[in-house]
């Protein structure tokens, strides 16, 4: 069962835009959700997280919208730059470990 | 400096044999994971460990073992390496709330 989805599975933007990545989650028990971003050759990264008393999080050009009633959530990136090139994981904590979704490989063209 | 580090970064290993990775942690942190990550399917939870031998299977152990006798290291063993466990395995451990990766292991089983 897949408690975290993300969406899209690729996202190509060109530098400047907005980039929008999409997260949906199963489990209303949840109230914090890490965005992870991921560097080819790299590990994941903590980039910026929500807790659910909160319905927006921003962080420079990063920004977490959250929307509770529809359990979902989105990140933008607002003036994309190339270096923001990577995959972007959302997760939410179970009662072991974290759910991750699949991811979202954002490519940024300049 | 918080730091997850495993070793070795690349492996070459031909089928039937043993593999050993290696994970460390300075954050004396409790709990570690084992993940891998192949493409197009996010991170797969392989094992998780609670604190020194107490380790708990996650989605995916068949084929897999872990060891943990002090709490900054964690290994993962593959017991006759197969083919399909050709992968990029990360180590992970977990704070109050985030995980911190370490910057994986990728495995080649020839």
């Known amino acids: 069962q897949q408690q975290v989805r993300q969406s899209p599975q690729s996202l190509t933007v060109w530098e400047g835009e907005t980039a929008i990545l999409n997260c949906s989650y199963e489990?209303?028990?949840?109230?914090?959700f890490p965005w992870y971003q991921q560097f080819p050759g790299e590990g994941p990264a903590l980039l910026i997280s929500i807790r659910s008393v909160s319905d927006k999080k921003e962080d420079g050009r990063f920004t977490i919208f959250f929307n509770k009633r529809e359990k979902k959530l989105s990140l933008h990136i607002t003036d994309s730059q190339p270096g923001d090139s990577a995959t972007y994981f959302c997760?939410?904590?179970?009662?072991?470990?974290?759910?991750f979704g699949k991811g979202t490989s954002l490519t940024v063209i300049p | 400096d918080m730091k997850v580090t495993q070793m070795p970064r690349y492996l070459i290993k031909r089928m039937g044999e043993n593999v050993l990775l290696e994970c460390g942690q300075d954050?004396?942190?409790?709990?570690m994971y084992w993940y891998r990550q192949d493409p197009g399917l996010g991170l797969q939870l392989i094992y998780i460990?609670?604190?020194?031998?107490?380790?708990s299977e996650g989605d995916i152990p068949k084929g897999y073992r872990v060891s943990r006798k002090k709490r900054e290291h964690f290994s993962l063993i593959l017991d006759s390496a197969k083919t399909n466990q050709t992968s990029v395995y990360f180590c992970a451990s977990r704070g109050c709330s985030d995980y911190t990766f370490g910057s994986g292991t990728r495995l080649l089983v020839i």
């Open positions: 954050m004396s942190h409790e709990t």
């Open positions: 489990d209303s028990t949840f109230n914090y």
């Open positions: 997760a939410a904590p179970g009662y072991q470990n974290f759910y």
């Open positions: 460990s609670y604190d020194v031998d107490s380790n």
